[in-house]
């Protein structure tokens, strides 16, 4: 039986004078939710911490979802889940919306288990 969690890679890429650094850090949802719980806060604290030892760095949020989802609603949850993630950092942890870039990207299968 597979889990009901689906992921949002959060931070793909860490973007820097031209350099790509990975961090790493992935922000999990229930299956086809784009709400953040309360258990994955822990996690995006960590990338606002990142970014506040590192003020010239910006990010890639991108959202995933999983292959189970219906097609017609696998780019608005993609989207919203980056978007959601991204409003999180800036009202949350104040960090400046220009460092922060959030990308619907797809289907990811990495994940389902």
């Known amino acids: 039986m597979k ?6 890679v959060v931070v793909m890429t860490a973007l820097a004078a031209g350099a790509q650094t990975p961090l790493n850090k992935t922000v999990r949802f229930q299956k086809d939710s784009v709400n953040i719980s ?4 822990l996690i995006i604290a ?8 590192n003020p010239g760095k910006t990010i890639i949020i991108g959202g ?3 292959a189970e989802t219906p097609a ?3 780019n608005a ?7 959601n993630v991204k409003k999180y950092l800036e009202e949350r942890h104040h960090i ?3 460092r922060l870039v959030a990308v619907g990207v797809g289907v990811s299968t ?4």
């Open 77 to 83: 949850i993609c989207e919203e889940r980056a978007a």
């Open 3 to 8: 889990k009901i969690i689906r992921t949002l």
């Open 38 to 41: 309360e258990s994955q806060e």
């Open 46 to 53: 960590n990338i606002a911490e990142y970014l506040g030892n």
């Open 96 to 98: 400046p919306a220009e």
């Open 64 to 66: 995933y979802t999983s």
């Open 110 to 113: 990495r994940y389902d288990t």
């Open 72 to 74: 017609s609603r696998v």
